[in-house]
């Protein structure tokens, strides 16, 4: 086995054991970095793989949480809710994240580049604005709560307790351990795509759609296919995140949430599927590694007393990393990883197809040139 695989396996077994040595607190951020890791990883084959520059992955991340409380809620006499069973709400929500990239794919044929990145973030403010007036929908400034999340007779919620080799197993560690799983499988599911032919028309639809047509791809369709693929992983990070912090308000999916996910992919390497949940895990971790260590750290405060407290101190460092990955390191934390456990797979390009050899002439006797006879 690979120093690298053996350095995954490693990592996977201390993250499955990390309940009965880790406190509550730090199990709940690692949920939220799951949820993060999950939604760059849909941002990452959007803008790294086909080259389509989006900031309104916060909306997508929205519909999947509140989709997930208005299917799985009753309705109440001020909220709007269909009471469904918790795994067809959450099904329900990620289908309908995914027909909101499908829906928006189309502008991506009309603009492109900086102009496309500028109409995604008129649909962000659009999207605030319709959570923050719909009240019924959103619950308005006050927000709503979450319903627990239970699958096959599991529930994920803290009313049925697990106990596991005698530890009681609350809501925070059992969403761990379903977060752990998500990660693996949209992980795998997005390396997928990306080493497989689709992966390879997406990268020739970025580098060049007129080339990319001229060799056949259907460039409509594969813009379609990565909004909508990037779309269904945000709704996916959208409902675990609601059932992970449990109480959702509309200023948690404003712009702010959406220029986040666009550092992470560039921090942990544009285009790198492990450097998108590196970039996750750095970015969510970093504001509260600092606050819990704000009285030793000097000229840093703890947050609400004024001065540059850990919130601030994280958007200097976002920043500063921001400016030295862009102009040094294009290759981010990737490229860190990349020296600990080698190298990642890039997608193959497809083979040359096989001609059939040309035929050529056997050698016949030579041609001996004819003299003309000599006359008299």
Known sequence: MSRGRLLVAGLLVALVVAPYFVTEFWLQVGGLAMAAAIAAMGLTMLVGVAGQISLAHAVFVGIGAYGYVI?????????WGLGLPPVVAAVGAVLAAGIGGLLLSPLS????????????????????????????????????????????????????????????????????????????VTYIAARRIVQARPGLALSMVRESEVAAAS?????????????????????????????????????????TLSTDYLVIIIIGGLGSLRGAIAGAVFVT????????????????????????????????????????VIMFARGGLDRALGWMVGPQRRPRPAPEPKQDPVPQPEPGPALEPEHEKETV
């Open 215 to 255: 060799m056949g791809v259907n460039v409509g369709r594969y813009k379609a296919g990565a909004f909508f693929v990037a779309s269904v992983y945000a709704g996916i990070a959208g409902v675990f995140l609601a059932v992970t912090i449990q109480f959702i308000t509309p200023q948690a999916f404003g712009f």
């Open 71 to 79: 299917l799985a809620s009753p309705s109440g006499e001020n909220v």
């Open 285 to 324: 971790a970093l504001p509260r590694l600092l606050g819990q260590f704000a009285g030793n750290i000097p000229f840093l405060v703890p947050v609400g007393q004024g001065g540059i407290d850990a919130n601030v101190m994280s958007v200097f460092v976002y920043c500063g990393l921001l400016i030295l």
């Open 109 to 184: 044929s009309r603009v492109t580049g900086l102009y496309l990145a500028v109409v995604t973030i008129g649909l962000v403010f659009i999207w605030v604005h319709f959570l923050n007036e719909v009240e019924q929908f959103s619950g308005g400034y006050i927000g709503r709560a979450v319903p627990e999340f239970d699958i096959l007779g599991l529930n994920f919620g803290d009313s049925e307790p697990w106990h596991i080799l005698g530890v009681p197993f609350g809501a925070v560690e059992k969403l761990w351990l379903l977060g752990i799983v998500l990660v693996v």
